[in-house]
């Protein structure tokens, strides 16, 4: 099975930074990669699949990089609504798998 | 408007059963593979199980393999999660979600084992 690792765990930021979050995968999964967001409470939401692809109606201060086995998250600048935890997934493999999660905090 | 709707969430003992359902709407249900995922309280998201579009290939992962078997009924739109000798890790909030890279989600249906 494939492992995925994201990094960190909790991000403390102030609105206005720019915020990267990090996935590592265990084993080369090409661009099969999809990072979400999820409030507490809600559902997950998808921001980015196929690594770098903006999914419709996201806000374009999100971008996705990487292929193989690291894949990077990135917020420009953080916006109050950006407050949220993030959670990468791979779907190389049918058996698909997700990040631990990074938790972004006020600072 | 594209749709999941997730039912049959409750309380159960240990070693109990349990069948969810995800009804779908505004999108043609069997084009698209399925999966559910669940979240166990304060905890992060875990895959449980996929379906292909036409219910033909089914996968688990280890934690549910030979106890929950998904399936579907695309003459009614409807995804399904039979869950067998429920544990009390299996407490959480059960999710639907449409295709591999998940665009649509349900609300979510919870779950509870317990005595």
């Known amino acids: 099975d494939i492992q995925m690792t994201q990094s960190p765990s909790t991000l403390s930021a102030s609105v206005g930074d720019r915020v990267t979050i990090t996935c590592r995968a265990s084993?080369?999964?090409?661009?099969?990669l999809a990072w979400y967001q999820q409030k507490p409470g809600k559902a997950p939401k998808l921001l980015i699949y196929?690594?770098?692809r903006l999914e419709s109606g996201v806000p374009s201060r999100f971008s996705g990089s990487g292929s193989g086995t690291e894949f990077t998250l990135t917020i420009s600048s953080l916006q109050p609504d950006d407050f949220a935890t993030y959670y990468c997934?791979?779907?190389?493999?049918?058996?698909?798998?997700f990040g631990g999660g990074t938790k972004v905090e006020i600072k | 408007e594209v749709q999941l709707l997730e039912s049959g969430g409750d309380l159960v003992q240990p070693g109990g059963s349990l069948r969810l359902s995800c009804a779908a709407s505004?999108?043609?249900?069997?084009?698209?593979?399925m999966t559910w995922v669940r979240q166990a309280p304060g905890k992060g998201l875990e895959w449980v199980s996929g379906?292909?579009?036409?219910?033909?290939?089914?996968y688990y992962s280890d934690s549910v393999k030979g106890r929950f078997t998904i399936s579907r009924d695309n003459s009614k739109n409807t995804l399904y999660l039979q869950m067998n000798s429920l544990r009390a890790a299996d407490t959480a909030v059960y999710y639907c979600?449409?295709?591999?890279?998940?665009?649509?989600w349900g609300q979510g249906t919870m779950v509870i084992v317990s005595s």
């Open positions: 084993q080369s999964i090409s661009d099969w």
């Open positions: 979600a449409k295709g591999v890279a998940f665009d649509v």
């Open positions: 505004g999108f043609i249900f069997s084009s698209y593979a």
């Open positions: 196929k690594a770098s």
């Open positions: 379906i292909s579009d036409t219910g033909a290939s089914t």
């Open positions: 997934q791979q779907y190389n493999s049918y058996l698909v798998s």
